[in-house]
T-cell receptor, first 112, second 117 residues
Framework: SQELEQSPQSLIVQEGKNLTINCTSS?????LYWYKQKYGEGLIFLMM?????EEKSHEKITAKLDEKKQQSSLHITASQPSHAGIYLC????????????FGQGTILTVHP | NAGVMQNPRHLVRRRGQEARLRCSPM?????VYWYRQLPEEGLKFMVY????????ESGMPKERFSAEFPKEGPSILRIQQVVRGDSAAYFC???????????????FGPGTRLTVL
């Protein structure tokens, strides 16, 4: 089983709709990172969350970290075709400083 | 400020040849990480380096793979005697400090897509 589980694995929404992607860890989270990847390209850093209860926003994307549940959620408000891509959560797990473990990714498709 | 640079972007090798992948971190970053993304699999950590030091190579295959980050020049991921199973996207990331609970966001390069024929 994955150390970081993302759900759903894929998501298809109509433009303008809100959506949420979840990332759950089987170990203690030491920092949680969200990235976006377009097919065939590199990863774009979105946000880093460190403390339980922390919430950060950038444009229409909001990420929260619930440290007690070892879970993070990424919420997109009023989705646009430009939001389409693969969303990856990554985390430093246990005491592994430096090394990031990633979830399997969530493929987001936004229909105009 | 240029981002993380990787070259080549695409590399084709025949079985048994060597592959050399280069990574230049962002200016001011002294920590480099290599990850591999295999088809149908997630992104997996390979190795973490600082200048002239390998800090964590727990994700590196035991044979044929090596990495270095010399005092001058880019970090190099070297794969000897490539096999078809090495075909993947290899990503390099850099951070200004050691990724920890309080700092060290990792910024990724565009990747090198290795195809082994």
């Amino acid at each position: 089983s994955q150390e970081l589980e993302q759900s759903p694995q894929s998501l298809i929404v109509q433009e303008g709709k809100n959506l949420t992607i979840n990332c759950t860890s089987s170990k203690t989270l030491y920092g949680l990172y969200w990235y976006k990847q377009k097919y065939g390209e590199g990863l774009i850093f979105l946000m880093m969350l460190q403390k339980g209860g922390e919430e950060k926003s950038h444009e229409k994307i909001t990420a929260k970290l619930d440290e007690k549940k070892q879970q993070s959620s990424l919420h997109i408000t009023a989705s646009q075709p430009s939001h389409a891509g693969i969303y990856l959560c990554g985390a430093g797990l246990g005491t592994s400083y430096g090394k990031l473990t990633f979830g399997q990714g969530t493929i987001l498709t936004v229909h105009p | 400020n240029a981002g993380v640079m990787q070259n080549p972007r695409h590399l084709v090798r025949r079985r048994g040849q060597e592959a050399r992948l280069r990574c230049s971190p962002m200016k001011g970053h002294s920590h480099v990480y290599w990850y591999r993304q295999l088809p149908e699999e997630g992104l997996k950590f390979m190795v973490y380096l600082q200048k002239e030091n390998i800090i964590d190579e727990s994700g590196m295959p035991k044979e044929r793979f090596s990495a270095e980050f010399p005092k001058e020049g880019p970090s190099i991921l070297r794969i000897q005697q490539v096999v078809r199973g090495d075909s993947a996207a290899y990503f390099c990331a850099s951070s200004p400090s050691r990724t920890s609970t309080s700092s060290g966001e990792q910024f990724f390069g565009p990747g090198t897509r290795l195809t082994v024929l």
